[in-house]
């Protein structure tokens, strides 16, 4: 079956426009401020992006239509239990701040007080909130503080290919508050000066647009970022779960064939499931090695060479 182009390019430059659209209406020119995203991420990057912004790729425009998505649902959440709420509720910082614009994503009230609930979607939901969205949601807090009673915000984070949901409770902390203004000053006067900041190894790094010429990834890491450091234990938990599992089934898998062969059992039914057993023909092989040494030629005609891989070992 033909695969109709035209109308993905259709789909594609429809959806740029949508969000190039929703973007200038909804924030704005967000090279003229610096907002509570700009904080949590690494400084070169923020720098760059409104400096020196790079048109993103159809596939980084799906990503953030799945940010979208999620607000989506936790409003449908919100709609559904009757909670009092406003969207995308734009705060301003006063005095020497003036230059910080933060656009939460909801601010729901609850009598006395009012909380800040700030929409993440993610592949793989960490075990704890990054500090990245901490900062973020910190700096939301406190400059809605001024305004009315905040005491926590809630990070929602959804998993949309799974249907998995988390909530990260955020309780304010005035110093974490001034962690984020100072991250926010520093960026702002290194636009003001056009001096480029110094970059962060964070776990965005393999995803951002100006990696290619970054001095601090050139240098290499020493070690991980914070936000990986729990990917990386997750990661070789994981690791040896599955090889405990795969010996146990390949035990398992022995025996029932084993059965199986010596009974001449085609096929049996175990409750729901349907067992069935086919002796298959070996396969062929070359030996290359053997190919190369006796028909140096024809190995060099016939060789394929693979693209180069990663490989991951953990220890």
């Known amino acids: 079956m033909a695969t109709n182009s035209k109308f993905l390019n259709f789909l594609e430059s429809g959806i740029k426009a949508f969000s190039k659209n929703n973007t200038e209406a909804t924030l704005g020119d967000r090279s003229t401020y610096v907002g509570s995203s700009d904080i949590g991420q690494c400084p070169r990057k923020a720098f760059l992006a409104k400096t020196q912004p790079v048109e993103a790729s159809f596939q980084q425009e799906l990503v953030f239509l799945r940010g979208h998505m999620a607000e989506s649902i936790i409003r449908c959440g919100l709609q559904g239990g009757r909670l009092p709420f406003e969207e995308q509720v734009e705060v301003a910082g006063e005095g020497d701040y003036a230059f ?71 309780p304010y902390s005035e110093e974490m508050f001034q962690m984020a203004l100072d991250r926010a000053k520093n960026l702002w006067d290194s636009l003001q000066s056009k001096q480029e900041p110094q970059g962060e190894v964070g776990n965005l790094c393999s995803f951002c647009s100006y990696k290619g010429n970054c001095p601090v990834l050139h240098k290499g890491a020493d070690s991980l ?91």
Request: hydrophobic share 40%; aromatic share 6%; proline share 2%.
């Open 225 to 315: 970022p914070l936000e990986l450091e729990q990917d990386a234990l997750r990661y070789a938990e994981l690791q040896k779960a599955s090889k405990e599992a795969q010996k146990e089934a390949d035990g398992l898998k022995s025996k029932l064939m084993d059965f199986m062969s010596a009974t001449n059992t085609k096929k049996v039914q175990v409750q729901d499931l349907s067992l069935s057993y086919t002796l298959m023909k070996g396969r062929v092989g070359v030996d290359s090695k053997a190919l190369a040494e006796q028909h140096p030629d024809i190995f060099e005609a016939l060789k394929t060479v693979g693209k180069d891989y990663g490989m991951l070992r953990i220890s």
């Open 100 to 170: 910080i614009k933060t656009h939460i994503d909801f601010v729901v009230s609850m009598g006395a007080e009012s909380i800040v609930v700030e929409c993440k979607s993610t592949n793989a939901i960490p075990e704890t909130p990054y500090l990245s969205w901490i900062l973020q949601v910190q700096l939301q807090m406190g400059l809605l503080r001024k305004k009315q009673k905040v005491d926590r915000g809630i990070i929602a984070v959804i998993n949309l290919n799974s249907g998995a949901m988390e909530a990260f409770d955020i």
